[in-house]
C-alpha cells in the first residue's frame, strides 16, 4: 500500500510545535465551525453532508419475516454511527430496525445528540471521551439493556463501542462487529483531499488539528477525530503520550497505565473485524483489524501481531486474540460499501 505523501498528513495550519499554546487558542476554520454550530446548526449540517468526511450508511432492506436467529431470545443490540451520520437518518434507522427483525430481540441506536442537527454536529465537536460518557449514560437509562447487549458499530461508531468497554462496559456487551471501524486510530484522512476540488469547512478544521497542534490539549478536548489521529512521527513524543485519547486507550504511555481497560476488555464473548479492502476513509484500513502504521514510518504498514499494544497486551488484545474471541471478515470496496446479505450475515455468524 502506498503511503500519502507528507502534504497530505500535514496539510493545515503549521502554527507552531509547541504543545503549550494559550489556553484560548482556538484555529481559524474550526472557531468558525464552533461558532456557526452555536449560531446556525442548520449551516453546519449542510457543510456535513457534503463533506467527503461524512460517513453515511444507506438504506438496507428488512431481511425477511421468516429468518430471525434469535425469537426474542437473543440479547438486545445496541448500534453506533460513523461520522457525519446520525440515528435519526432514515439509512441507520433502517439498518437498526432491520437487525431488531434479524434477531427477534430489541435493537436500539444510541446517540450523543437528542435530534439529527446535534448528533451529527457532536459526531465532529463533541471529543471522543464525552462522547463515549453521553453514550454510556443512554445506555444505562435504557432498562431494556441492563442485562447486557451486542454492539454493532460502524466506521466512527466503533470508537464510542471501544471507549464504552474500556471505561464502563456496564452493562456489559457480549459481542462486538465492528464494520469499517476507527478502533486503532487513522494516520491520516485521505477523504479530504480530492483532485481539483477545494476543501470545505468540515475539511478545514479537520486539517487544521491534525498538524503541529493535534496533540495540544485543547485539539484534543474538542474535535472528535483529533481523539483518534495517531501520528506515527508524533507517538513517542511527549504531547501524544501526555494528551491524546487514543494513547490513553491503548495505555501506551507507561506512567498512566490504566487496568480497567483490560479488565473490561476482556469481558468481550466476541469480537468481529470487519475491513473495506479498498478503505480510503480509515488509513491504513489494517486499522480495521487493530494494525497500524509502524512508529516514525509512513512507509510501513504493520498487522494486529506486530503492534506494541499486541506485543505488550497493552489493553487485553493479545488475551482476546489467544482465546480465540476475534474473528476477521472483509468488504471488497469503499468504506461502509457493504450489502444486506453481508450485513445480515455478519448477524447471523457473530449476535447470540
Known amino acids: 500500500m502506498r503511503a500519502p505523501s507528507l502534504l497530505l498528513l500535514s496539510f493545515g495550519l503549521r502554527a507552531s510545535a509547541n504543545d503549550d499554546l494559550p489556553a484560548d487558542f482556538i484555529p481559524f476554520h474550526l472557531q468558525n465551525l464552533t461558532d456557526l454550530a452555536k449560531y446556525a446548526p442548520e449551516t453546519v449540517m449542510s457543510e456535513i453532508a457534503e463533506s467527503p468526511l461524512?460517513?453515511?450508511?444507506?438504506?438496507?432492506?428488512?431481511?425477511?419475516?421468516?429468518?430471525?436467529?434469535?425469537?426474542?431470545?437473543?440479547?438486545?443490540?445496541?448500534?453506533?454511527?460513523?461520522?457525519?451520520?446520525?440515528?435519526f437518518h432514515k439509512g441507520f434507522k433502517s439498518i437498526t430496525a432491520g437487525i431488531a427483525t434479524k434477531t427477534?430481540?430489541?435493537?436500539?441506536?444510541?446517540?450523543?445528540?437528542?435530534?439529527?442537527?446535534?448528533?451529527?454536529?457532536?459526531?465532529?465537536?463533541?471529543?471522543?471521551d464525552k462522547s463515549v460518557d453521553v453514550f454510556a449514560a443512554k445506555i444505562m437509562a435504557d432498562p431494556k439493556l441492563a442485562g447486557g447487549f451486542n454492539a454493532i458499530g460502524f466506521s466512527q461508531g466503533n470508537s464510542l463501542v471501544r471507549g464504552y468497554i474500556h471505561k464502563y462496559n456496564n452493562p456489559p456487551v457480549n459481542n462486538w462487529i465492528s464494520v469499517h471501524g476507527t478502533v486503532a486510530g487513522v494516520a491520516a484522512i485521505p477523504n479530504c483531499f480530492k483532485q481539483g476540488k477545494p476543501l470545505g469547512l468540515i475539511c478545514k478544521a479537520v486539517a487544521e488539528l491534525l498538524g503541529?497542534?493535534?496533540?495540544?490539549?485543547?485539539?484534543?478536548?474538542?474535535?472528535?477525530?483529533?481523539?483518534y489521529f495517531r501520528d506515527p512521527m508524533k507517538v513517542n513524543k511527549e504531547g501524544y503520550l501526555r494528551n491524546s485519547?487514543?494513547?490513553?486507550?491503548?495505555?501506551?504511555?507507561?506512567?498512566?497505565?490504566?487496568?480497567?481497560?483490560?479488565?473490561?476488555f476482556g469481558k468481550l464473548k466476541s469480537l468481529a473485524m470487519v475491513k473495506a479492502m479498498q478503505d480510503t476513509m480509515v488509513y491504513p484500513n489494517e486499522a480495521?483489524?487493530?494494525?497500524?502504521?509502524?512508529?516514525?514510518?509512513?512507509d510501513t504498514i504493520l498487522t494486529m501481531k506486530d503492534t506494541k499494544w499486541y506485543k505488550n497486551d497493552l489493553f487485553g488484545l493479545r488475551t482476546a486474540d489467544e482465546a480465540g474471541k476475534i474473528a476477521f471478515e472483509t468488504t471488497p470496496g469503499n468504506h461502509l460499501q457493504f450489502t444486506e446479505t453481508e450485513l445480515f450475515g455478519w448477524v447471523d455468524k457473530y449476535v447470540n
Open 245 to 264: 485519547q487514543i494513547a490513553q486507550w491503548n495505555n501506551e504511555n507507561p506512567a498512566t497505565i490504566n487496568a480497567t481497560y483490560a479488565a473490561n
Open 212 to 227: 503541529d497542534i493535534a496533540y495540544n490539549k485543547l485539539s484534543q478536548h474538542i474535535l472528535f477525530q483529533a481523539d
Open 104 to 128: 427477534g430481540s430489541y435493537a436500539t441506536c444510541i446517540p450523543t445528540g437528542d435530534n439529527v442537527i446535534s448528533d451529527s454536529i457532536n459526531g465532529f465537536l463533541m471529543n471522543m
Open 288 to 298: 480495521e483489524w487493530w494494525g497500524q502504521m509502524a512508529d516514525e514510518s509512513y
Open 54 to 87: 461524512s460517513a453515511i450508511v444507506a438504506e438496507v432492506e428488512m431481511p425477511g419475516a421468516n429468518t430471525p436467529i434469535g425469537l426474542g431470545a437473543a440479547l438486545p443490540t445496541v448500534t453506533a454511527h460513523g461520522m457525519g451520520d446520525s440515528c
